[in-house]
């Protein structure tokens, strides 16, 4: 528990002074170096996007990321607004039929 919420404490700092995250710069850009688009999603939107794969309330997401409800009900309109969907079920088809989920087989 406590080593979680210290990696969480370093993934918020490394995202707030703009450090890159090689692997998700990769999955939304095709490259670590590329630019990104001002419709892609961020780290902390694709963070955030998993835990709503994984069946996370607002109220879960921001307890868990030590956020207000507000601001994660922001991250998951943004998210929304970006890839032009108007529900939770439109959000994940989209993200899975993107490339942004994945599913495991088996």
Same mark, same amino acid.
């Given at each position: 528990?406590?080593?979680?919420?210290?990696?969480? !404490?370093?993934? #918020?700092?490394?995202?707030?002074? #703009?450090?890159?995250?090689?692997?998700?710069?990769?999955?939304?850009? #095709?490259?670590?170096?590329?630019?990104?688009?001002?419709?892609?999603?961020?780290?902390?939107?694709?963070?955030?996007?998993?835990?709503?794969?994984?069946?996370?309330?607002?109220?879960?997401?921001?307890?868990?990321?030590?956020?207000?409800?507000?601001?994660?009900?922001?991250?998951?309109?943004?998210?929304?607004?970006?890839?032009?969907?108007?529900?939770?079920?439109?959000?994940?088809?989209?993200? !899975?039929?993107?490339?942004?989920?994945?599913?495991?087989?088996?």
């Amino acid at each position: 528990m406590w080593n979680e919420k210290l990696d969480l !404490l370093r993934f #918020g700092r490394e995202v707030s002074v #703009g450090a890159a995250l090689p692997e998700i710069a990769q999955a939304s850009t #095709g490259t670590a170096t590329a630019k990104r688009r001002p419709e892609d999603l961020t780290p902390r939107e694709y963070e955030i996007l998993q835990l709503v794969w994984a069946g996370l309330t607002n109220r879960t997401i921001a307890e868990q990321l030590h956020i207000s409800i507000k601001t994660a009900e922001a991250h998951r309109a943004n998210m929304m607004k970006k890839l032009r969907v108007s529900n939770i079920a439109q959000l994940l088809k989209t993200a !899975l039929e993107e490339g942004l989920l994945a599913t495991h087989a088996g």
